[in-house]
T-cell receptor
Framework: DGGITQSPKYLFRKEGQNVTLSCEQN?????MYWYRQDPGQGLRLIYY???????QKGDIAEGYSVSREKKESFPLTVTSAQKNPTAFYLC???????????????FGPGTRLTVL | GENVEQHPSTLSVQEGDSAVIKCTYS??????FPWYKQELGKRPQLIIDIRSNVGEKKDQRIAVTLNKTAKHFSLHITETQPEDSAVYFCAASITTSGTYKYIFGTGTRLKVLA
């Protein structure tokens, strides 16, 4: 998991602003994921991508957008439509997202987003 | 929809005692069950996992058991140490329309008292 980086570590946003969270991996993994974590809660899936130029909505995609133009990068944009964006955001990757034996997900260090 | 229930939400044990965390999943097609440990402000780290063709797996002080019939799996930590204090998450794999993802439990905060 040392090959997955997220930036910035802390991010502050004013209401009405869009912000983009970066996630990069040098593990040559096909699949990448974005999760949201709120205090005292588990991880909820926002978006995931099994291959370049393809992605799917997770359980809480409203107010978020993603792109997957490169294998190593999966940026997440938190739009002004997301009404309660303050949370800890975690990116993960796995060798593939096809249910094979090598599908363990490894996490980046996270970005803590706070809306002012 | 699919879900994973995790219990207890908090667990306090004396150093040296054992800790058990239990999860129940709903999708009978789930075939992979990882456990993650997350320290405060850090990333979740995989500590052990089990696949559906195995009933038990052990790695030093940590073990996981799986009961496919009952759709239960559990994490067992023996001889607990203060550094085991963290939040532990279970997860179950699900396949939807050819895509593969995890459903996570809500976490167990383990406190090991010295």
């Amino acid at each position: 998991d040392g090959g997955i980086t997220q930036s910035p570590k802390y991010l502050f946003r004013k209401e009405g602003q869009n912000v983009t969270l970066s996630c990069e991996q040098n593990l040559n993994h096909d699949a990448m994921y974005w999760y949201r974590q709120d205090p005292g809660q588990g991880l909820r899936l926002i978006y995931y991508s099994q291959i370049v130029n393809d992605f799917q909505k997770g359980d809480i995609a409203e107010g978020y957008s993603v792109s997957r133009e490169k294998k190593e990068s999966f940026p997440l944009t938190v739009t002004s439509a997301q009404k309660n964006p303050t949370a800890f955001y975690l990116c993960a990757s796995s060798i593939s997202g096809r249910g094979w034996s090598t599908d363990t997900q490894y996490f980046g260090p996270g970005t803590r987003l706070t809306v002012l | 929809g699919e879900n994973v229930e995790q219990h207890p939400s908090t667990l306090s044990v004396q150093e040296g005692d054992s800790a058990v965390i239990k999860c129940t999943y709903s999708d009978s097609a789930s075939n992979y069950f990882p456990w993650y440990k997350q320290e405060l402000g850090k990333r979740p780290q995989l500590i052990i996992d089990i696949r559906s063709n195995v009933g038990e797996k052990k790695d030093q002080r940590i073990a996981v058991t799986l009961n496919k019939t009952a759709k239960h799996f559990s994490l067992h930590i023996t001889e607990t140490q203060p550094e085991d204090s963290a939040v532990y998450f279970c997860a179950a794999s699900i396949t939807t329309s050819g895509t593969y993802k995890y459903i996570f439990g809500t976490g167990t905060r383990l406190k090991v008292l010295a």
